[in-house]
């Protein structure tokens, strides 16, 4: 099957049809955002099944409230913490029990991979805080503006923590091969 | 100390790939699953919308209610929607000088004499003596 091209419309453009009943707009959302929303089901949950039963719920829940809604921050942003809640409620019912605030940092499972472990060491060495961006944003693909909603922060202190975060991963010797030290 | 603008070439492009793929991508061969979720947001997407056409078709009925009213209300009272009907008067039929002759002649009533029966037909049909 070949694959669909992208709709030229922005997001909010897309949401205004689809709440109009286009349920063509719907798909290209859907098209847009699926694999990041995995993505972030995964890192949230950490197995195929539940990030694909996340994904299939917010998705659900879009196109619930999708009638009356109106886009006025980006889709991520409106999607993100349906996405946790989502995925608390999946690992609750693994027992699987991760505070919201620790979920935001949480990390993808350990793999037998030496470089992706070693990475992860390197992001668990950094502070809350700084690991919250970092992930928000190099793994998560959220934007400065998004990641200062998501975790209800002013922008500046995003960009703050952000700019620390680089200055230790800069000086972690894990780090070297990246910065060609 | 003055902060460096934050940018994102200030991370090296191998960490930020390595970074990225931390988490896998949506894995392949789901279309089918991907047909069936779409299947069911357009039933949900829909949904809302049925019921907002209820509370049309519930607004045109109160409407096509209200005109039926004002259409019965104009209709009795002659063509003028906005005038209310008269309320009902009782209205005694004015006498004549017959009935009062008639009553006057009544078996048991003493015989008016004539000077009485000129001066009931003068109240009666006078309209200056009330």
Redesign the interface.
């Known amino acids: 099957?070949s694959p669909v091209p992208d709709d030229p419309r922005s997001d909010a453009q897309l949401v205004a049809a689809?709440a109009g009943?286009e349920?063509s707009a719907?798909?290209a959302l859907?098209r847009r955002h699926?694999?990041w929303t995995?993505?972030?089901a995964?890192?949230f949950t950490g197995t195929?099944a539940d990030a694909?039963d996340v994904?299939?719920e917010a998705?659900?829940y879009?196109?619930?409230r999708?009638?009356?809604l109106t886009l006025t921050t980006s889709l991520r942003t409106l999607l993100f913490p349906a996405i946790r809640n989502l995925a608390i409620k999946a690992n609750t019912k693994r027992r699987k029990l991760v505070a919201g605030e620790e979920l935001l940092a949480a990390?993808?499972a350990r793999s037998s991979d030496q470089?992706?472990d070693n990475?992860?060491q390197v992001l668990e060495s950094l502070g809350l805080p700084h690991r919250q961006v970092?992930i928000l944003?190099?793994?998560d693909?959220l934007s400065?503006e998004e990641i200062a909603e998501v975790l209800a922060i002013p922008l500046g202190t995003a960009?703050?923590r952000?700019?620390h975060a680089?200055r230790l991963?800069r000086d972690n010797p894990r780090?070297r091969?990246?910065?060609?030290q | 100390m003055a902060?460096?603008p934050?940018n994102?070439d200030?991370?090296?492009e191998?960490?930020?790939a390595?970074?990225?793929?931390?988490?896998?991508?949506?894995?392949a061969g789901?279309?089918h699953?991907?047909r069936d979720?779409?299947a069911?947001?357009?039933s949900?997407?829909?949904?809302?919308?049925g019921r907002?056409t209820g509370w049309r078709w519930l607004a045109a009925g109160a409407a096509v209610a209200a005109m039926l009213l004002v259409a019965v209300t104009a209709s009795r009272s002659g063509g003028n929607p906005a005038a209310t009907p008269p309320a009902p008067v009782a209205v005694a039929p004015k006498p004549t000088i017959i009935d009062a002759m008639i009553a006057a002649r009544r078996p048991g009533v003493k015989q008016p004499d004539i000077d009485q029966i000129a001066m009931a037909a003068v109240s009666i049909d006078s309209p200056e003596v009330h």
């Not at chain 1, 091969?177 to 060609?180: E, P, R």
């Open positions: 099957m689809a009943g349920t719907f798909d859907f699926r694999d995995y993505r972030l995964y890192r195929d694909w994904l299939q998705f659900l879009l196109a619930r999708m009638p009356s990390l993808p470089s992706t990475l992860l970092v944003r190099y793994i693909d400065l960009k703050s952000l700019f680089h991963l780090c091969k990246y910065f060609g | 902060m460096a934050i994102d200030n991370l090296p191998g960490l930020r390595d970074l990225h793929r931390l988490t896998p991508s949506l894995p789901i279309a699953r991907e979720l779409l069911q947001a357009h949900a997407l829909n949904q809302p919308r907002r």
